[in-house]
């Protein structure tokens, strides 16, 4: 299975850590095309070596040629909130990864859409128990 991982970067780094565990966990479930999301040497200002243009057309086509996107959506990005988009209107499942706050909601755009499977979470423990089974299920 080629699962595309999106996560923060320009919108906030605060989570890669987290979200290095999570592409960890999915590298048993298949091949993670955007491991690059969990690296920490990776700041806000993004890829700096390659152009926005470049960016943009290689994750598209990573996107469209992947069996699932699963996106971590707690730290709000322009970027991740667009390849969703791209994503549902394409038919490739999405799985929004939402961790309980109480300073901060999901998305209304994410959480009411019918086509977004979405798991709240609090633990990641809690998190891998329940994508592990979406992902057994083929989503």
Same mark, same amino acid.
């Given at each position: 299975?080629?699962?595309?991982?999106?996560?923060? %970067?320009?919108?906030?780094?605060?989570? $890669?850590?987290?979200?290095?565990?999570?592409? %960890? *966990?999915?590298?048993?479930?298949?091949? $993670?095309?955007? +491991?690059? %999301?969990?690296?920490?040497?990776?700041? #806000?200002?993004?890829?700096?070596?390659?152009?926005?243009?470049?960016?943009?057309?290689?994750?598209?086509?990573?996107?469209?040629?992947?069996? $699932?996107?699963?996106?971590?959506?707690?730290?709000?990005?322009?970027? #991740?909130?667009?390849? @969703?988009? %791209? /994503? #549902?209107? +394409?038919? @490739?499942? #999405? !799985?929004?990864?939402?961790?309980?706050? /109480? +300073?901060?909601?999901?998305?209304?755009? !994410?959480?009411?859409?019918?086509? @977004?499977? $979405?798991?709240?979470?609090?633990?990641?423990? /809690?998190? *891998?128990?329940?994508?592990?089974?979406?992902?057994?299920?083929?989503?």
């Amino acid at each position: 299975m080629k699962i595309y991982f999106a996560g923060s %970067i320009r919108g906030g780094r605060d989570d $890669v850590e987290h979200y290095k565990k999570i592409i %960890i *966990f999915l590298n048993d479930y298949g091949e $993670v095309m955007t +491991e690059h %999301i969990g690296d920490k040497d990776i700041t #806000v200002k993004g890829e700096t070596e390659s152009s926005d243009k470049y960016i943009h057309d290689r994750d598209l086509k990573w996107l469209r040629n992947s069996d $699932v996107i699963i996106a971590e959506v707690t730290t709000p990005s322009l970027g #991740v909130g667009y390849e @969703i988009g %791209i /994503a #549902v209107k +394409e038919n @490739i499942p #999405v !799985i929004a990864l939402f961790r309980n706050n /109480a +300073e901060k909601r999901l998305s209304a755009m !994410i959480k009411g859409c019918d086509s @977004i499977n $979405v798991i709240e979470y609090s633990e990641i423990d /809690a998190l *891998f128990l329940k994508l592990g089974e979406m992902l057994k299920m083929n989503i």
